[in-house]
């Protein structure tokens, strides 16, 4: 009698596991080239309006992370950015796209209200008819993150927390609201990653003590960022599923992402990083569009 094989352990994270095999699947995203970028405001404390800015240098390294998801074989789709609006680089604040459907972004501060119509004539110029131009304050995927089916939605400096019920009944998912309320990590996007469909990396430091009892019932086994992690912005993270380009300072999340069999690729933007950006604030997925 062969001996029973034994049961295989569930999560890749117990000690001796093996990682598993990670597949990237191609995604389209929407960048907008930093032409216009500059820091003349202060709407977030990284955001220095007196330390110079170098729009050469913030090119340069914008154009490293666009080649690199061409690379990686990601679609880049690019908008045109507007003279006045030195934010409008930071993509992922200019909607919300799940299913096709286009959620526009209505901006806290004034400096950036312009860029929500801005960006949602990209999307009608494109033909997309499924846009909903919301009620709320909402800044697009800077506070809403899709995990699966499951979309979490920051609220605590700018997204109204009333935008989440608005995001569930217009996309029909799970919404489920998590408060920040450390002001260097202003958006969700600073202070979560989403790294597959049912993983994320997450720094606690940043959210309510409700909220990170949340993030534990719903990811128990989340790789948990340190505050040097976060405080280089390593969570202002993209992934496709096995590529996890981030911050190359965040040298503890880059050794937990190797062990769980996710290939990090380090990406810095320090010039970007003068306006409270990285990575992630850079890139919007069209998801079905
Ligand atoms: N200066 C911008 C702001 O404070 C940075 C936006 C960064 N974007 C992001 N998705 N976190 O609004």
Avoid at 46 to 51: I, L, N, R, V
Avoid at 81 to 101: C, I, Q, R, S, Y
Avoid at 103 to 132: K, M, N, S
Avoid at 152 to 179: C, I, K, M, Y
Wanted: proline share 8%; glycine share 8%; with cysteine.
């Amino acid at each position: 009698m062969p001996e029973a094989e034994p049961i295989a352990p569930a999560a890749a994270t117990r000690p001796g596991a093996t990682a598993p095999q990670r597949v990237a699947t191609p995604r389209r995203l929407l960048m907008c080239p930093p032409r216009h970028f500059d820091v003349n405001y202060s709407i977030n404390p990284w955001m220095e309006p007196e330390k110079p800015t170098d729009q050469g240098s913030a090119q340069i390294q914008w154009d490293r992370l666009h080649d690199l998801y061409r690379e990686l074989g990601h679609t880049v789709e690019l908008i045109r950015p507007e003279p006045g609006l030195p934010d409008m680089v930071f993509a992922a604040n200019g909607a919300t796209v799940v299913d096709g459907k286009v959620l526009g972004a209505r901006f806290r501060h004034v400096q950036r209200t312009a860029e929500g119509p801005a960006y949602l004539d990209w999307f009608r110029e494109q033909g997309c008819t499924d846009i909903l131009w919301p009620e709320h304050i909402n800044e697009g995927e800077g506070d809403y993150l899709l995990v699966g089916r499951r979309l979490l939605a920051g609220t605590g400096f700018r997204t109204d927390p009333r935008s989440h019920a608005e995001a569930q009944e217009f996309f029909g998912v799970p919404v489920t609201g998590l408060t920040l309320v450390d002001p260097r990590f202003y958006h969700l996007d600073t202070a979560l990653a989403v790294l597959s469909d049912d993983e994320v990396m997450y720094y606690p430091g940043a959210f309510s003590p409700g909220s990170q009892a949340v993030l534990r019932e719903l990811y128990p086994d989340a790789v948990l960022a340190t505050a040097a992690d976060a405080e280089v912005f390593g969570l202002n993270a993209f992934s496709d599923g096995r590529h996890v380009l981030l911050s190359s300072a965040a040298t503890h999340l880059i050794g937990a992402l190797k062990a769980r069999g996710f290939e990090p690729i380090g990406i810095d933007l320090p010039e970007l990083m003068k306006a409270g950006g990285g990575a992630k604030c850079c890139t919007l997925e069209l998801r079905d569009l």
